[in-house]
């Protein structure tokens, strides 16, 4: 009986060590962020100040004017509840051209932007 307590002891106390070494963890380390981030980064890619990919201004407002708001109608200013995208995302080799771009709802552009 006393040997049959201590097998059931020691196996219990065994569990956590094997969950912990084959469980997987849903936080990878700052060290494999950064080696994915680098391997998906656009090495051509024009950079502003921040490191971010540089947008062109001017063909935002080209899509913006030949393109209105489909919450508004309008051609020229904010648009609630859209955000101006890229079909071909720039990192991907997109162009930064009107005709790469789209209207998207927030939760729809969130949704790509996880996924990209």
């Given at each position: ?25 849903s936080a990878r380390p700052a060290a494999t962020r ?21 947008r062109s201004v001017s063909a935002k407002r080209s ?54």
């Amino acid at each position: 009986m006393n040997r049959l307590i201590l097998l059931l002891l020691f196996t219990l106390a065994l569990v956590p060590f094997a969950e912990a070494k084959g469980g997987k963890s849903s936080a990878r380390p700052a060290a494999t962020r950064a080696a994915k981030s680098r391997a998906t980064r656009c090495a051509t890619c024009t950079r502003n100040r921040k490191g971010h990919i540089a947008r062109s201004v001017s063909a935002k407002r080209s899509f913006q004017k030949s393109h209105p708001c489909p919450s508004t109608g309008k051609t020229a200013g904010a648009c609630p509840g859209y955000v101006i995208d890229h079909v071909v995302a720039l990192k991907r080799g997109g162009a930064d051209k009107p005709g790469n771009m789209q209207w998207q709802t927030i939760a729809a552009a969130k949704a790509k932007d996880k996924v990209e």
